[in-house]
């Protein structure tokens, strides 16, 4: 396994990533889905979420092989196998990417994850999240134990450290320290006289139709 420092902070995140432990990094992933409440426990195998980090472990693990032959035919394999989500879920998440064990995707829908990210353990992340790039540099580096929730923007390269929480369509451009929280945009209750400037929209009473001569009033 390897130990990546995100260098932020001067702090190691604490990430354990690499794809020579699949089967362990699998069995961790699997516990995310788990219901406690259930007696047998196999919520995970009706997950979408599973299932799409199970062809990334594939995927990574595979480019690990020595043998070429071995390393094309898993990477084929992979291709096939990640087609679904990205053609009709819009998953992009691929094999280059570090992952620590324990990744719940929550409601995976329109994810994008560059390829040159490294993601930690225990980490949630929901749908229409995005990875990217941004004012800073480079792409993000996720700490341990981070929730991202849906329609957050993480862009650039920024550090999030363990055990953040990343609230629903926050944008976050520069790095989030230890068990802090990024707050999204909050609602605001517009007065109906701003409304209409707000809008766009003028709101003028409709004048009375005048009678023609021709008529005779009722």
């Known amino acids: 396994m390897k130990k990546h420092s995100a260098g932020w902070a001067g702090k190691d ?10 089967f362990d990094n699998i069995r961790e992933d699997k516990k995310k889905y788990r219901d406690d409440k259930k007696k047998h426990n196999l919520q995970w195998v ?5 299932w799409i980090t199970f062809s990334y472990r594939f995927g990574h693990w595979g480019r690990t092989l020595r043998f070429p032959p071995a390393r094309l035919l898993v990477r084929i394999m992979h291709s096939l196998a990640v087609f679904p989500w990205r053609m009709f879920k819009s998953v992009y998440l691929p094999a280059q990417v570090e992952i620590g064990a324990g990744l719940r995707m929550v409601h995976p829908q329109n994810i ?7 993601i930690g353990k225990g980490v949630s992340i929901y ?8 004012p800073i540099p480079g792409v993000p580096i996720i700490g341990d134990n981070v929730m991202i929730f849906p329609g957050a923007k993480i862009l650039g390269g920024v550090k999030v450290g363990n055990n953040v929480h990343i609230g629903a369509n926050a944008v976050l451009t520069k790095d989030a320290p230890d068990n802090s929280t990024v707050s999204g ?8 006289t701003l409304a209409q400037n707000v809008r766009g929209v003028h709101h003028q009473d409709p004048k009375p139709a005048t009678p023609s001569a021709d008529e005779e009033p009722v």
């Not at 945009?185 to 109906?192: K, L, N, S, Y």
């Open 112 to 118: 994008w994850v560059p390829q040159e990210s490294v």
């Open 127 to 134: 749908h229409e999240v995005t990875l990217g790039t941004g």
């Open 185 to 192: 945009p909050t609602a605001r209750v517009i007065p109906a």
């Open 46 to 50: 009706q997950c979408p979420g599973f």
């Open 13 to 22: 995140v604490g990430m354990q990533v690499g794809g020579y432990r699949m």
